[in-house]
């Protein structure tokens, strides 16, 4: 069964510090990975990561896949209040195309 | 710039009762999807649509329906609404087919039945 496991579930931390989010799949065929940020409402991207070791940056916001372990990480640095969101990994489905498999998310809470 | 929109934001209803969610996209996206998202399940995908009057089933279908009559719209029905229905429905947009874009989502729809 394909499945997306995002941890950890939640995490509270304080402005300036640094975090990593992980994401692990089992997907058949696996081609891409995405990341999505998630304040109150709609979902928006961030990341596509198709292959491994090649790292995606955006700001303080950085982004890494390891197709022979089967994970992705997510890391932003110097946090802000402003990241306070929930980040959604997804990876798309290759049995049906037109669907991915996301994961719970991890809601992030950045305290001043 | 509005890209995808849903209608209504918020709704309420009552077991039985029917309801149909638009969603309104003005990129000329052709693949237009209806996802759920519930608490420690991530979104999951119910139905979409790859082109103006097409449509097909997601992950769970079961009790929704929908149509695709105009390219830049894609409606979600609830015929008889079930408590377990009470969810957050996404609706989003992408241009694509393969998943090398990013999909474009609504605000959402928060829905509620007692």
């Known amino acids: 069964e394909d499945k997306v496991v995002q941890s950890p579930l939640s995490l509270v931390v304080h402005e300036g510090d640094t975090v990593t989010l992980n994401c692990s799949y089992e997907?058949?065929?696996?081609?891409?990975l995405l990341w999505y940020k998630q304040e109150k409402k709609a979902p928006t991207f961030l990341f596509m990561l198709?292959?491994?070791?090649i790292e995606k940056k955006s700001g303080r916001l950085s982004s890494i896949l390891d197709k022979k372990e089967l994970f992705s990480i997510l890391n932003i640095t110097a946090t802000q209040t402003g990241d306070s969101a929930i980040y959604l990994c997804?990876?798309?489905?290759?049995?049906?195309?037109?669907?991915?498999?996301f994961g719970a998310g991890t809601r992030l809470t950045v305290k001043p | 710039n509005a890209g995808v929109t849903q209608t209504p934001k918020f709704r309420v209803l009552k077991t039985g009762q029917s309801m149909t969610l638009l969603c309104a996209q003005d990129?000329?996206?052709?693949?237009m999807y209806w996802y759920r998202q519930d608490p420690g399940m991530g979104l999951r995908l119910i139905h979409y649509?790859?082109?103006?009057?097409?449509?097909a089933k997601g992950e769970v279908p079961d009790g929704y329906n929908v149509s695709r009559l105009k390219k830049q719209n894609f409606l979600l029905g609830l015929e008889s609404a079930a408590p377990s229905q009470t969810s957050v429905y996404f609706c989003?947009?992408?241009?694509?087919?393969?998943?090398?874009?990013?999909?474009?989502f609504g605000q959402g729809t928060r829905l509620t039945v007692v």
């Open positions: 989003a947009s992408r241009w694509d087919r393969g998943w090398s874009t990013e999909a474009f």
């Open positions: 997907v058949t065929n696996f081609r891409s």
């Open positions: 198709t292959s491994s070791g």
């Open positions: 997804a990876v798309p489905l290759q049995y049906n195309n037109n669907d991915m498999r």
């Open positions: 990129m000329n996206h052709e693949y």
């Open positions: 649509s790859v082109g103006e009057g097409t449509t």
